[in-house]
């Protein structure tokens, strides 16, 4: 029976979700599987990828192929990579402390590059909303402006009429305090 790696379709009409299954090649896209080995969300960025590494390993080795899409999926998880280790253990090129050493040097490089990825795709779209931010403001101070014109007040007048009532002012508390002492 050849058996595929493959992906079988679930999610609703324009939101794709996969899981990815080891199945029999004529068995239909999401009909009856074997295994499945994980799912694949590509509605996120980056696309969020779960998969038992193991045992998709233990599938390579028993000789399934995957598709196109899942040979990239199962390399960009080191599924294809820890079945090469794994071959070079069984030929006697490295030693089993080896290869998992090199996978796990593999995994570090891997999250690290990830976690790149994430972090100027956060600060992308912080700063995207900075500069939305002071779009909106603009444009408001702009609507403002144009609602609301404020005619131009002259300074000297309002400053004289307020030079005069300081005068009054005193003038008057001085006048009450004398009727108040009388």
């Known amino acids: 029976m050849p058996v595929k790696i493959r992906l079988q379709r679930h999610g609703k009409k324009g939101k794709p979700f996969y899981w990815i299954v080891a199945a029999d090649s004529r068995a ?9 080995l994980g799912t694949y969300n590509p509605n996120v ?24 899409t899942a040979r990239a999926i199962l390399s960009y998880k080191g599924a294809m990579l820890k079945k090469h280790l794994a071959e070079g253990v069984r030929k006697g090129a490295l ?38 931010l002071e779009a ?14 404020e005619p131009e007040v002259e300074e000297a007048p309002a400053e004289e009429a307020v030079e005069a009532a300081t ?4 003038a008057a508390a001085t006048e009450e305090a004398a009727k108040e002492e009388e």
């Open 95 to 132: 030693t089993e402390e080896q290869a998992e050493e090199k996978f796990n040097a593999w995994l570090e490089e891997k999250g690290k590059a990830v976690d790149a990825k994430k972090g100027k795709l956060a600060d992308a779209k912080a700063k995207a909303k900075a500069e939305a």
């Open 28 to 36: 239909k896209r999401d009909g009856k599987f074997l295994e499945k």
């Open 167 to 170: 005068e009054e002012a005193p």
């Open 45 to 68: 960025n980056p696309a969020q990828i779960n998969l038992n590494i193991d045992g998709a390993v233990q599938w390579l080795q028993n000789g399934a192929q995957p598709t196109d």
């Open 136 to 149: 909106e403001k603009a444009v408001n101070e702009a609507r403002i402006a144009a609602n609301n014109p």
